[in-house]
């Protein structure tokens, strides 16, 4: 009994609760003007330890108020403080529960394409708590079509994604645009960004198709509001092994698009081939380059390369918070809980008013 004694004091110790928000605070400092970003949530925000001392305090704030308020008479004030100390206790199971299951990952597809959800091959970037499981990513994810000049209610959006996702029955499907999403079993599908996908041709020298892929341009802002559609890196223009799995790579390719602003996927497709370091996987010199309108081949070194379509891509942000519902209700809770004892104390206070001696003017 005497070991449960100490443990108990030990749990309820004030000077514990004020360690542990003294360490909290100084990570949560940390985190966010040294560390930041990916850094700070792989070294604190998502480690064992930071998320335990999370747990302790909650174990802590728990014993140190419901004990002492044990037994004892529940009136309008204590029911406003029991709620407010309750909520603190939830939120924080929310955020540790949040940061150890959370998904946020970023997929791009072009139209008609499909990827498989629960494949992380399929996200551009994906970040992660140490106990989501990407089984509970089911079925694919479709894009139907992007819409430019979407119009809902009379505004305009812009631009909108036509997308399904999910599996059989379940299978959900949706517009998104800047300011709605889609969710689908716990999951929120948000726009991000999109850009022209090139349907690239590759030919022998008899003319005889041998490869086709669609490759996603980047957007690259330039001078005077323009825009440079090309291969590459968001950092700038750049090349890549061409063709792709399962073919081996013959030559390293770069390619800009010129568009037709009259004409929807109309322009001019400029290529360029490079010899290849199959070694290193990187490009050496400029073996041929040249010019098509979209649809038409054009003759570089020993093949025949062409655009056949042109189509759209897009970026959607995934993002999975189970533990936001819990925060949510927590914060409204305890600001529940802080007005029933704001009004409590009122009352008690009007109930508690000076009554004067009847003698009191005469003495």
Known sequence: MNIWRKLYEFLSSVKLALAMLIVILLCSVAGVTI????????????????????VLLVVNVAFCFFGRIWGRRITFVSLGMILFHLSFVAMLVGIIY?????FRGLIRLTEGET?????????????????????????????????????????????????AVGEGYSKKQGIIYITHKLDHNGFSYFRDKEGYSLLILLYDKRGKEIYGAYIP??????????????????????????????????????????????????GDAVFQVWQLDQAVGDRIKLMAEGRAPIGKKVKTGDYYL?????????????????????????LWVGLSGMVITFIGRMRKGKGATRVIPPDAGNR
């Not at 090309?230 to 790579?249: D, I, R, V």
């Not at 189509?311 to 995934?318: D, I, L, S």
């Open 98 to 102: 949040n940061s150890q299951f959370y």
């Open 35 to 54: 560390l930041r970003g990916d850094r700070a949530r792989l070294l604190i925000f998502n480690t064992v330890w930071f998320n335990g001392i999370l």
């Open 115 to 163: 990827l498989p959800s629960g494949e992380p091959g399929s996200y551009d970037y994906a970040d992660y708590g140490r106990f989501f499981d990407f089984s509970k990513l089911k079925g694919e994810t479709t894009l139907i079509k992007m819409h430019k000049g979407y119009k809902t209610g009379g505004a305009d959006k812009r631009v909108a994604y036509e997308v």
């Open 306 to 330: 062409s655009v056949k379509e042109v189509r759209y891509w897009v970026g959607m942000n995934v993002r999975y918070e189970p533990g936001k519902l819990i925060v949510l209700v927590s």
């Open 217 to 266: 341009l980047q957007s690259l802002k330039q001078k005077g509001d323009r825009y440079l559609y090309t291969t590459g890196t968001k950092n700038g223009p750049g090349s890549f092994p061409f063709p792709q799995y399962p073919l081996n790579p013959l030559f390293a390719l770069q390619v800009a698009y010129h568009p037709a602003f009259l004409k929807e996927g109309a």
